[in-house]
Nanobody
């Protein structure tokens, strides 16, 4: 069992940056594939980025590629999402998730989820 807590959300103007963090407790993150998802009002949850246990196993949604960077610090048991050049359509609740396995997964088939952190991007 692993507990995930996101932080770092907030309000930012379009073009700005935020860094989200996801801290895990209960188990070490190094044994999980990790992902970030988001859900905008009235929309379904969508994949943003994922990082596997294998070095270089990273995937991004086309909508964030080149602007967002996912990373993990296994020593700190923390997952990050650096978000640059934010757009108003990035307004959503952002969730981190964990699943057993070595490789990235871009669907919502994750075993553990955090409570989410709100990101609001104003135009």
């Amino acid at each position: 069992q692993v507990q995930l807590v996101e932080s770092g959300g907030g309000k930012v103007q379009a073009g700005g940056s935020l860094r989200l963090s996801c801290t895990a407790s209960g188990r070490t993150l190094s044994t999980y594939t990790m992902g970030w998802f988001r859900q905008a009002p009235g929309k379904e949850r969508e994949f943003v980025a994922a990082i596997g246990q294998i070095v270089g196993s990273i995937s991004y949604a086309d909508s964030v590629k080149g602007r967002f960077t996912i990373s993990r610090d296994n020593a700190k048991n923390t997952l990050y999402l650096q978000m640059n050049s934010l757009k108003p359509e990035g307004t959503a609740v952002y969730y981190c998730a964990a699943r057993a396995g070595l490789w990235v997964v871009t669907t919502a088939n994750y075993d553990y989820w955090g409570q989410g952190t709100q990101v609001v991007v104003s135009s």
